[in-house]
């Protein structure tokens, strides 16, 4: 499958995103000669292949990186595991990317152009969730929204949108980031939970 998408899909440079011990494998040396052969630099991304989350922010930042320096970039989502596949297919949503499926022939999958996870988030919510600090109190956020105006208004909206929680914990309530919360943090540059 890869080497038939590297003859379907236009390319001046091959990014192999694989693991470690695939490195090592006779489809990895192949893949390796076919493409030195078609005359374009090969590269190889090492990701975890067993965590979706982390391999898909490794190639979120290398798609990035590669369109920040003004470089195309198409991902072919057929040559690997399910999980490198799904991982390469949310990132190539989540940053725009061309993507292929290659079957018996390339067919390029629809992209959302610059839709992130953020965008349905005010931009108080988004301030409120760059500043939130995992599991506050209730007073504490009830304390911080003297000085922050609409601060209570913004995190029940992320609560609504399901970046945050509350759980009872003795005579408190408290904040947490949920796992869509983590993500639509790092969206926003800073590392929350998974």
């Known amino acids: 499958m890869v080497i038939r998408a590297m003859r379907a899909i236009p390319h ?6 694989t693991s470690e011990e695939n490195t090592r ?3 990895f040396a192949r893949i390796l000669e076919a493409g030195r052969m078609a005359g374009a ?16 922010q490794a190639m979120v930042e290398a798609f990035q990186r590669r369109r920040t320096a003004r470089e195309e970039v198409a991902v072919n989502i057929s040559g690997g595991t399910q999980l490198l596949s799904d991982a390469a297919l949310l990132a190539a949503f989540h940053t725009g990317v061309e993507c292929y499926h290659i079957a018996e022939s ?8 610059g839709v992130e996870i953020t ?6 919510q988004k301030d409120a969730l760059l500043a939130f600090e995992d599991g506050m109190s209730m007073q504490q956020a009830m304390a911080m929204s003297k000085v922050h105006q609409g ?6 909206g992320l609560r609504k949108a399901g970046a945050i ?10 904040l ?13 540059g800073r590392r929350g939970q998974d």
């Open 12 to 17: 001046d440079r091959l990014v192999i995103i």
């Open 25 to 27: 494998s006779e489809d």
């Open 41 to 56: 630099p090969v590269e190889t991304l090492l990701v975890d292949k067993f965590d979706l989350m982390s391999a898909f």
């Open 106 to 113: 390339a067919r390029r999958l629809p992209v959302l152009r």
């Open 119 to 124: 965008d349905p988030l005010s931009k108080g």
């Open 151 to 156: 601060l209570m208004e913004d995190l029940m």
């Open 165 to 174: 929680e509350s759980r009872e914990e003795g005579d408190r309530v408290r």
């Open 176 to 188: 947490y980031l949920t796992r869509k919360g983590g993500r639509m943090l790092r969206s926003l």
